[in-house]
């Protein structure tokens, strides 16, 4: 089964400053997709940046990009001028890519970052 | 705009007492998930309708159900609600349920049982 660890809970960055969250993974498969989700407070989840593991080429949306390392199994996202309203939880998650099948559905999240963003 | 709307926002519910919560979507998307998030955990899939196709996790309790009478709504059902079923229940809908495609998100049915 696939694992998705986020081991830091909280961090804090000043707005106007650039901030990296996180994330490692642990799969035997060799094709799948990781995402990272925000997650404003009271508000829905809403898709921040999708990578999928066959690009070698880091994603990038904006103000946020994310640095994939496939070997390593890390998946870190850097939000650069920070916003208050980039203050949120912030999931990482993997799903497993290939023809679906009904088990191989679900995303699976790590336990989420709440970010905190100091005017 | 077309989204995924949650009702209600708020339930409180009596142990043992069934509870029902809906999602709806409006737009035409032909998978819906239900999510189950603890405070300061991960969301949990219980489980998803592809069209009419229902797909449970393995780990889902009996206690769960759900219906989805048509495109556009989903219900989930809580039959006799425990302490320890107290959580957001997230609804999420996707237009194919292949990997590629984006998971849209209503904004959560906080469900609390006294």
Redesign the interface.
């Known amino acids: 089964a696939q694992t998705v660890t986020q081991s830091q809970p909280e961090m804090s960055v000043q707005e106007a400053e650039t901030v990296t969250l996180s994330c490692t993974y642990d799969t035997s498969e060799s094709d799948y997709y990781l995402f990272w989700y925000k997650q404003p407070p009271s508000r829905q989840m809403i898709l921040v940046i999708r990578q999928e593991a066959y690009k070698q080429q880091n994603a990038t949306e904006n103000r946020f990009s994310v640095n994939f390392q496939k070997a390593a199994k890390s998946f870190s996202l850097k939000i650069s001028d920070s916003q208050l309203g980039d203050a949120a939880m912030y999931f990482c998650a993997y799903r497993s890519a290939g023809e679906w099948t009904g088990a191989n559905s679900k995303l699976t999240f790590g336990k989420g970052i709440t970010l905190s963003v100091r005017p | 705009d077309a989204m ?1 709307i949650q009702n209600p926002r708020y339930q409180v519910t009596q142990f043992g007492k069934p509870v029902t919560l809906s999602c709806s979507q409006t737009l035409n998307h032909n ?1 819906m ?1 239900w999510y189950q998030q603890k405070s ?6 219980l489980f ?1 309708y ?1 069209d009419k ?1 229902f ?1 449970n ?1 393995a780990d889902t309790p009996d206690n769960f159900q759900s219906r989805r009478p048509n495109t556009s709504f989903c219900f989930l059902d809580i039959r006799s609600p425990g302490l320890g079923d107290a959580a957001m229940y ?1 609804c ?1 809908t996707s237009r ?5 495609y ?2 849209y ?4 049915t906080r469900l609390t049982v006294t």
Do not use: C, I, R, T
Request: hydrophobic fraction near 30%; charged fraction near 20%; avoid cysteine.
């Open positions: 995924v998978v998930y300061s955990q991960a969301p949990k899939l998803h592809y196709d797909n996790e997230l999420a194919d349920p292949g990997a590629g984006e998971q998100f209503g904004p959560g």
